[in-house]
């Protein structure tokens, strides 16, 4: 494993608007082009965002994205680095602070799955409308939770899973709505066993923040363990002027 750079960035979130756009052109005309446009999309993203294993050394870090070559590149500067915190560790750090884009994401597929549901525009039935719902909040309850709170984020999880299911159940689709309320339990014990909660490093410069992620939390300790001896080696003031920082090594 190792410490990876997240898609989540700014352009990605655009992508992510003309994904949603496509889907709710589709809904509106009935289109299957715009699905094609909206699957190769997403698929794209998935690729151009792919994060990269994290390098530090020679007084920077450096960031990469892409797959199977990388994209783009971003060269961290030492001197420029203001904070890093580890963000299984931080309990008054909630994500959504600095990744607000992450609301704009939500709201956009929620949107549109309840546009799907009351235009009853899918042949096969109401779960894809119901999945865009389900996976467009998981993501905002992860960013917007507490890191050490997994009980709540779970039961939120779990809640929204088995009232999705309902719903389905509601609009005569009993089966599937079994099978979402499954998901909503499978996906919130995942979570509270740390399988798909959020492990890493939020790393904040002058200009902007990135979101490294990790499955493993021994590649953190790696990472803190590196940038602390970087730091020491180069002398930098850095070490004194960030607290934060500082007490991580």
């Known amino acids: 494993m190792a410490l990876r750079p997240s898609g989540f960035r700014r352009e990605n979130s655009i992508v992510s608007i003309l994904v949603g756009l496509s889907v709710v052109a589709y809904i509106f005309t009935g289109n ?3 699905m094609t446009i909206s699957a190769t999309l997403f698929w794209v993203s998935l690729l151009l965002f792919a994060g990269r294993k994290v390098e530090v050394g020679n007084g920077k870090i450096v ?3 892409g797959w199977p070559v990388v994209i783009t590149r971003k060269e961290i500067q030492l001197h420029e680095v203001r ?3 580890d963000i299984s560790e931080a309990s008054e750090v909630r994500l959504i602070q600095y990744f607000k884009e992450m609301i704009l994401f939500a709201l956009l597929w ?5 546009f799907g549901l009351l235009k009853g525009s899918y042949s096969k039935g109401s779960y894809l409308w ?3 719902i389900f996976w467009g909040l998981y993501p905002l309850f992860l960013f917007a939770s507490n890191p050490k709170n997994k009980k709540r984020l779970t039961f939120a999880v779990i809640s929204l899973g088995i009232f999705l299911g309902v719903l389905l159940a509601y609009l005569g689709q009993g089966g599937m709505g079994l099978y979402m309320a499954g998901v909503g339990i499978v996906v919130g014990g995942m979570t509270y066993d740390g399988v798909l909660t959020l492990k890493g490093i ?6 902007e923040h990135y979101l490294l992620t990790t499955y493993d939390e021994k590649d953190v300790k790696k990472f803190l363990e590196k ?3 970087m730091v020491l080696s180069l002398e930098t003031p850095l070490l004194s002027q960030k607290e934060g920082l500082s007490s991580e090594f």
Request: glycine fraction near 12%.
């Open 32 to 34: 299957e082009g715009y």
């Open 63 to 65: 960031l990469k994205w």
């Open 83 to 85: 904070d890093v915190i």
């Open 110 to 114: 929620v949107s549109v799955g309840v």
């Open 130 to 132: 119901v999945a865009w």
């Open 202 to 207: 939020l790393l904040i410069t002058d200009k």
């Open 227 to 229: 940038l602390g001896a």
